[in-house]
């Protein structure tokens, strides 16, 4: 079974983290959702921000795997840049990310699931798949957080 029906679904960096890595616990899970959404037609979305997130996260040692080469990431990312639809970081996302910290406290790293969703909201996208689900709550009046079943 799919969650999100067939509306357009964010992929927050973790889920892109856990399907590429075997080790790690929610590796099976971030596969299968995404395949699921696949199947059913949904298109899938990440932003440039994301990718840099993937690449400072793989390029250092993480709880379930050492670090990866940079060749190995650089890989990946191109992989991901041709599979999904990547948002751009443009003018408008960053309004709406200066409107968003005014309406709803966000600091430091905070800011960075806060451009998430300004993102989200720049660019039509409702629906954010992620294991961190606690970090979006406060946007819950904004968008759909579609946990990771795992």
Known sequence: MVIGGGDPVFLDTNILVYASQIQSPFHQAAMETIQGFYDTGVELWISRQVLREYLAMLTRAQQFANSLPIAIVIQDLRYFYNRFRVAEDNSQVT?????????????????????????MLVYGISQLLTHNISDFARFSRLITVLPLQG
């Open 95 to 119: 309004e709406r990310l200066l409107t968003l910290m005014e309406e709803i406290f966000s600091g430091g790293k905070q800011v960075h699931d806060t451009n998430i969703v300004a993102t």
